[in-house]
């Protein structure tokens, strides 16, 4: 019998979609342990070659996590101490923090009420003669716009967005330099922590590498104070696996949104958009109601996983307040702490139990007016 308080249907759906991968994984993992070799070897070098090519991208160089691929992307476009980098507020405290381990200076803006994310209008009007690059988050696995005609160069913060798309070009391939985060909960994981940047640019591209391992591309010469941060060989072996199923999980999320739409959701709560030509990933499908944090409550009730994101937005954070400058006005963001809730998201949700989250959601908004 399912105690009262047990999650029928849960936010996240990581371990139901990759649970029957996993004796495969442990047989990879097991070659590499058999082979010896733990870091920056051919396991490494193999994904970045198909990571890329799954990106049409010139280069991709595995890091550590997330978090170091956005620091390391600013150091590798030039950003240096003191300059300001603009970044959205309403997106997860790492895209922030990347940017202070840069020597960098956040800079905040706004973002879109409707698509959650950052717009050229939103950056612009954000910018300084100190702006040194600007990063665009894909928030929730949504691209953002292409922000390059606006000067600085661009990090695209495409941690939530593996197996998104703009105008036919792949998350990732939608900035100068692009970051990624294979955390377990991402829509391609790894199993511990694991990151990358992705590139056209080849100079960029040498300057991640070198940044990577101290500073060094030899072991011993460096050239400059770099990080001790690189994809190890267990990781790229467990990415390499999954790679190849990204495509067909990606296309079960929009059809799970779809269903989400079809099954009348939009009459209980307000739906994400998404700019033209996207297609979103889907990380998290993330709706808004005016009365989020009841609405949560009452489906946790209802033992349907729903939470809030983001509920303090960086520039609200204690560590970042010096950073605020007091005129910044930031509606949207503050808009969308307060009222924005996730509802259950993953390739493997079928149309009967979106329908059932779908009703949660309806007699909620009933008992919450």
Not at 41 to 63: K, N, T, W
Not at 84 to 100: I, K
Not at 292 to 314: F, H, N, Q, T
Request: hydrophobic share 45%; proline share 6%; charged share 25%.
């Amino acid at each position: 019998m399912v105690a009262p308080t047990e999650v029928r249907i849960s936010l996240f759906q990581s371990a139901r979609w990759l649970q029957p991968l996993y004796a495969e994984v442990q047989s990879r993992l097991a070659e590499v342990i058999e082979r010896g070799t733990f870091i920056l070897g051919p396991e490494v070098d193999a994904f970045e070659r198909e990571f890329a090519r799954y990106l049409e991208i010139s280069h991709v160089v595995g890091v550590a996590n997330g978090t170091d691929a956005i620091t390391i992307a600013l150091r590798a476009v030039g950003v240096r101490p003191g300059d300001e980098v603009v970044v959205p507020s309403f997106t997860f405290y790492a895209s922030v923090e990347a940017v202070l381990a840069a020597g960098a200076r956040p800079v905040f803006c706004d973002v879109d009420l409707e698509t959650r994310n950052v717009t050229v209008d939103t950056v612009r009007a954000a910018l300084t003669p100190e702006t040194a690059a600007i990063v665009a988050v894909d928030l929730f696995g949504s691209p953002a716009p292409d922000l390059r005609e606006l000067g600085p160069p661009v990090i695209e913060d495409a941690a939530q967005a593996a197996g998104a798309s703009l105008g036919g070009r792949r998350a990732g391939a939608l900035g100068d330099v692009a970051t990624f985060s294979f955390y377990p909960s991402k829509n391609l994981p790894c199993f511990g922590d694991g990151g990358a940047v992705a590139t056209a640019d080849d100079a960029v591209a040498e300057r991640v590498r070198t940044l990577r391992f101290h500073g060094s591309r030899d072991k011993e010469t460096f050239m400059e104070v770099g990080y001790n941060s690189r994809l190890d060989e267990l990781q790229a072996a467990v990415l390499r696996l999954l790679l190849p199923r990204l495509g067909g999980w990606s296309e079960a999320r929009r059809r799970v949104a779809s269903l989400y739409e079809d099954a009348g959701l939009g009459e209980h709560v307000s739906l994400p958009m998404t700019v033209s030509g996207a297609q979103p990933a889907w990380h998290l499908y993330v709706v808004a109601h005016p009365r989020a944090d009841a609405l949560i409550s009452a489906l946790r009730e209802a033992r349907v996983g729903a939470r809030g994101y983001y509920r303090r937005p960086a520039h609200r954070q204690p560590a970042l307040a010096p950073y605020v400058s007091g005129g910044r006005s930031l509606p949207a963001t503050e808009e969308l702490a307060r009222t924005n809730l996730a509802l259950p998201m993953g390739p493997m949700l079928e149309r009967s139990e979106v329908e059932a989250v779908v009703a949660a959601v309806g007699e909620a908004a009933k008992r919450t007016r």
